[in-house]
């Protein structure tokens, strides 16, 4: 999902937090590899994994907190309907 960029922005719009995407954004994966590597010995520690992150892209919040506020009862609505939506 991180490469839609429409999605990226409102998560950091909702959210008012910078959203950050790394180079590798197959995280689950290199997460498991990088947990194999430091079990077998290959990686020192964490922080040795840690250097090989580097950032492709941010986000940052650009919507005022009304536009923000407003959006959010808005999606609480929608869930609210949908929730009782089926029997």
Same mark, same amino acid.
Request: net charge positive; hydrophobic share 50%; glycine share 4%.
């Given at each position: &999902? ?35 590597g ?13 250097l ?18 407003? &959006? ?16």
């Amino acid at each position: &999902m991180t490469v839609n960029q429409l999605l990226m922005q409102c998560q950091a719009d909702l959210s008012q937090v910078p959203v950050i995407r790394p180079k590798v954004i197959e995280t689950t994966a290199l997460g498991a590899a990088y947990a194999a590597g430091l079990a077998t010995g290959l990686f020192d520690s964490a922080a040795t994994i840690a250097l090989n992150w580097r950032e492709e892209r941010r986000w940052m919040p650009v919507i005022d907190r009304a536009t923000r506020n407003r &959006m959010l009862h808005g999606w609480d609505k929608a869930l609210a309907r949908a929730a009782d939506w089926m029997d």
